[in-house]
């Protein structure tokens, strides 16, 4: 069964470090996400992605966020310079359709990012 | 109010049991509803879509009212393996991110 594949699973950073979170999405998917959950609180939205752009972003993916898709297959999550509270579960989705449809979307194993 | 509310629980349950969890939301324009089932530090996966008129998957019921804002789940026979945290997810108005509640924690016993 195709899968999400984050890497890597667990990151530890010192405060006010940059930090890339990997994604590979299902090969023939074109809607992207992040998401992120800190511990014992709710899976929060990021971002999502269409078309090679952000479609829509919350209040949480401030500056100091960004996405990327690099090739045809990755897609990555920067943080530039992280603070004590980006320590969560940061998980990538994909999804063929638009979830307006109702599509399915299939999410990671998820980066566990620890700011120490 | 919140975007998605759910009872957060716990609910404990012994094995054979029906156990029914409720979730409302905010945003009368959304369109898609679905729940999905997160187990500990794993991530969310989907459980099943909810469609105006009810669907059923097995041991699964979901049922949407519109009109209240209004979704529920329905286990029936409760098993072990049923025991994680049950998230109610909405679609935003414009169809690009899923908007999730904070999920209820269902424990099975035997």
């Known amino acids: 069964e195709p899968e999400v594949t984050q890497t890597p699973s667990h990151q530890v950073t010192q405060m006010g470090q940059e930090v890339i979170l990997r994604c590979v999405p299902i090969?023939?998917?074109?809607?992207f996400y992040w998401y992120r959950q800190i511990l014992g609180q709710k899976v929060e939205f990021l971002v999502s992605?269409?078309?090679?752009?952000?479609?829509?972003k919350s209040e949480i993916f401030d500056d100091q966020f960004s996405v990327e898709r690099p090739d045809g297959s990755n897609f990555t999550l920067k943080i530039r310079s992280t603070k004590l509270e980006d320590s969560a579960m940061y998980f990538c989705a994909s999804s063929e359709m638009s979830g307006a449809l109702g599509d399915e979307a299939f999410f990671g194993q998820g980066t566990r990012l620890t700011v120490v | 109010r919140k975007e998605v509310e759910q009872d957060p629980g716990p609910f404990n349950v012994p094995e054979g049991a029906t156990v029914a969890f409720n979730c409302t939301y905010s945003?009368?324009?959304?369109?898609?509803f679905f729940w999905y089932r997160q187990d500990c530090r794993k991530e969310p996966k989907l459980l099943m879509s909810v469609y105006s008129s009810g669907n059923e998957d097995g041991r699964f019921t979901a049922q949407l009212n519109r009109a209240s804002q209004y979704i529920s789940l329905l286990i029936r026979d409760s098993k072990l393996s049923d025991s994680a945290t049950y998230l109610c997810?909405?679609?935003?108005?414009?169809?690009?991110?899923?908007?999730f509640g904070k999920g209820t924690t269902l424990s099975v016993s035997s």
């Open positions: 997810v909405v679609i935003n108005q414009a169809g690009t991110a899923l908007i």
């Open positions: 992605f269409y078309n090679n752009e952000i479609s829509e």
């Open positions: 090969s023939n998917h074109l809607y």
């Open positions: 945003n009368s324009a959304s369109q898609s």
